[in-house]
């Protein structure tokens, strides 16, 4: 398995996990179809896993290439016509998608690069319909800092931690709620599976059971949180789907 294979597994599985079951809670009794858009979803790793569950799924994202491989796994998936993809970054999500377009927007690992957060954030607002909900993934600054400096990276993690750009969970927070969002919920993404090496797998067959079974537990936790690498914000625009 390649380096951190299995360890970063286990905070995607988590990431994955908690956003089914967010869905699941939020749209009571027989589940339906849902139209998302993921923006800057690559090559479409997260989109195919929601469409085999019905979902319509329209990627944007700047890249040809990227787009190119979405088109492929999504023909060798058999998911023709419910995953879709368009060239395009933030400044482009109004024009391509349209107001009150989609009941789910997908932005994961993009807030920290757009030019303007705030303005990315008020856009997908606009592009969800009232009561659509927001998934929203974004690097912390301390977590990141901690990351770099236990890889032994000291320079490159002093380096970011002078970044005030960089965000935090509370800042992280303020940035969804000002763009009229309410928070339903906030997980911190590998606090610890980020940081296990990967050794510690070929000891226990059982320690990937109950790292992910901590990295669930420990996702709430402030302490932990704070720490963690990624936070998953899930924000919903007023009133019910």
């Known amino acids: 398995m390649a380096e951190l294979g299995r360890r970063r597994s286990v905070s995607q599985s988590l990431l994955l996990s ?9 749209i009571p009794g027989e589940a339906r179809a849902l139209e998302m858009v993921d923006l800057g979803g690559g090559t479409g790793g997260l989109a195919a896993s929601l469409a085999s569950q019905g979902h319509t799924v329209t990627v944007i994202d700047p890249s040809p290439d990227a787009l190119a491989s979405l088109d492929r796994r999504t023909a060798e998936a058999h998911l023709d016509g419910r995953v879709h993809g368009i060239q395009g970054d933030a400044a482009d999500l109004v024009p391509l998608i349209g107001e009150h377009a989609a009941d789910v927007m997908i932005c994961h690992r993009v807030l920290e690069v757009v030019d303007s957060p705030s303005q990315a954030l008020r856009a997908m607002a606009r592009v969800l319909r009232p009561g659509g909900v927001l998934s929203l993934l974004v690097s912390q600054r301390s977590g990141v800092v901690l990351t770099q400096a236990l890889a ?15 965000l935090d969970h509370d800042q992280i927070l303020d940035l969804v709620r000002t763009a009229g969002f309410t928070v339903l919920a906030s997980h911190g993404i590998g606090a610890v599976a980020d940081h296990v090496p990967e050794s510690v797998f070929d000891s226990d067959a059982g320690t990937y059971a109950e ?6 537990e420990i996702s709430t ?21």
Do not use: D, N, W
Request: glycine share 2%; hydrophobic share 50%.
């Open 221 to 241: 936790e402030p302490a932990f949180r704070a720490l963690a690498p990624q936070v998953h914000v899930f924000a919903q625009t007023a009133h019910s789907l």
């Open 18 to 26: 908690l956003l089914e079951s967010q869905l699941r809670q939020l």
């Open 152 to 166: 032994g990276h000291i320079a490159q993690a002093r380096r970011i931690l002078a970044e005030r750009s960089r």
């Open 211 to 216: 790292l992910t079974a901590l990295e669930a």
